[in-house]
């Protein structure tokens, strides 16, 4: 079975900074998507970014990217620039490109921002 | 309006009551999902659905019932609820081809006591 491992329940970060969440995963597969999503305080589930396995480039948007790691299996998300609103719980997810794409998510990490 | 609509938002019931979470969504997706998040333990998978003749019991589907009325509507069911399932429940949607991530509702806060 597919899992997901957050290893940091909080971080924080100064405002302007740059901080990196922590994101590994176990699979056999060798086709699936990994994400990050943003949870913020009014609780919605937020994309932040979405990476194909398949693809050797990082994933970017905007002030988020990644460093995918697939032989060691990582998948970390950087934030330039940290701004105020991006405090949140973020989660690190997994799932197949095939089949029934079940989602498989890891603990999370909360981050606060310190102004 | 929001595309994946989540009632009630919040609910504080009494063990053993029964409870029905629904969802609605008017992104004419075909697959529906419903999770649970747990402090600690990030979200994880109750049931699934392709549509209305397709369910499928997901990682921790016990206590929990589903119905798919339509294409548009995925309800969650406790039928005795116990406190253990105190949580914040999700739906999510996705197209048949699942080439689009899935979108979440905004989640119902159900507490059980």
């Known amino acids: 079975a597919q899992t997901v491992t957050q290893s940091q329940p909080e971080m924080s970060v100064q405002e302007a900074e740059t901080v990196t969440l922590s994101c590994t995963y176990d699979?056999?597969?060798?086709?699936?998507?990994l994400f990050w999503y943003k949870q913020p305080p009014s609780r919605q589930m937020i994309l932040v970014i979405r990476?194909?396995?398949?693809?050797?480039q990082n994933a970017t948007e905007n002030r988020f990217s990644v460093n995918f790691q697939k032989a060691a299996k990582s998948f970390s998300l950087k934030i330039s620039d940290s701004q105020l609103g991006d405090a949140a719980m973020y989660f690190c997810?997994?799932?197949?490109?095939?089949?029934?794409?079940?989602?498989?998510f890891g603990q999370g990490t909360r981050l606060t921002i310190n102004p | 309006d929001a595309d994946v609509t989540q009632t009630p938002r919040n609910r504080i019931t009494k063990t053993g009551k029964r409870i029905m979470l629904e969802c609605s969504q008017t992104?004419?997706?075909?697959?529906m999902y419903w999770y649970r998040q747990d402090p600690g333990l990030g979200l994880r998978l109750i049931y699934y659905?392709?549509?209305?003749?397709?369910?499928n019991k997901g990682e921790i589907s016990d206590g929990y019932s589903v119905s798919r009325q339509a294409q548009a509507k995925f309800s969650l069911s406790l039928e005795s609820a116990i406190p253990n399932q105190t949580a914040l429940y999700f739906c999510?949607?996705?197209?048949?081809?699942?080439?689009?991530?899935?979108?979440f509702g905004d989640g119902t806060r159900l507490s059980i006591l």
């Open positions: 999510a949607t996705s197209d048949l081809t699942g080439s689009q991530p899935q979108h």
């Open positions: 699979t056999s597969e060798s086709d699936y998507y």
């Open positions: 990476q194909e396995a398949y693809k050797q």
């Open positions: 997810a997994y799932s197949l490109i095939q089949g029934a794409q079940k989602l498989v």
């Open positions: 992104k004419g997706h075909d697959r």
């Open positions: 659905s392709f549509d209305v003749k397709d369910i």
